[in-house]
T-cell receptor
């Protein structure tokens, strides 16, 4: 069966510090991978998606970047965090043209 | 901009009652999905309805889709305290099977 992991679960970082959030998927090959951000009481905002290794599409201009160094690994990064980067970050995967997405447990990021 | 918009934003009912949540969207879609999110957790896929379907059932869930009105409803029958969660509708963005656009969600509270 497929599983998706995200870590860390919670992160408190000072403004201006770097960020690296990792997402890995098990039990499937060549998944589509997604990073979302969810502000408190809001819906999900798609940040990046990837349909293959090294292929990253950015949805919104921002302080963040994404990389996919391996087939089932998706990394969200920032060189210098801003206060506005605080939120709940969710990684998700889907397969081929199947529309359903499967979400990880999320990382809560608080930038102080 | 948000494609899906749910209403109401919050709904509080007693156990055993039915809960109805609505979603409106703006552009043509291939399908519409409903997801559930428990507080502080990732999203879980509930049901997908295609644009050529009008109604779909899954257990205690009933989803309708009216493409002429660009709206969908999610009905949870005989609600339980464990149904307490946020519910989101999601539409495929611009006909792409890779990307979903989520609404802001309805927070459902089921009181025992």
């Amino acid at each position: 069966s497929q599983t998706i992991h995200q870590w860390p679960a919670t992160l408190v970082q000072p403004v201006g510090s770097p960020l690296s959030l990792e997402c890995t998927v098990e039990g499937t090959s060549n998944p589509n991978l997604y990073w979302y951000r969810q502000a408190a009481g809001r819906g999900l905002q798609l940040l990046f998606y990837s349909v293959g290794i090294g292929q990253i599409s950015s949805e919104v201009p921002q302080n963040l970047s994404a990389s996919r160094p391996q087939d089932r690994q998706f990394i969200l990064s920032s060189k210098k965090l801003l206060l506005s980067d605080s939120g709940f970050y969710l990684c998700a995967w889907s397969v081929g043209t199947q529309e359903t997405q499967y979400f990880g447990p999320g990382t809560r990021l608080l930038v102080l | 901009s948000q494609q899906g918009e749910e209403d109401p934003q919050a709904l509080s009912i007693q156990e055993g009652e039915n809960a109805t949540m609505n979603c409106s969207y703006k552009t043509s879609i291939n399908n519409l999905q409903w997801y559930r999110q428990n507080s502080g957790r990732g999203l879980v896929h509930l049901i997908l309805i295609r644009s050529n379907e009008r109604e779909k059932h899954s257990g205690r869930l009933r989803v309708t889709l009216d493409t002429s009105k660009k709206s969908s409803s999610l009905l949870i029958t005989a609600s339980r305290a464990a149904d307490t969660a946020s519910y989101f509708c999601a539409t495929d963005a611009g006909g792409s099977n890779y990307k979903l656009t989520f609404g802001k969600g309805t927070l459902l509270t089921v009181n025992p």
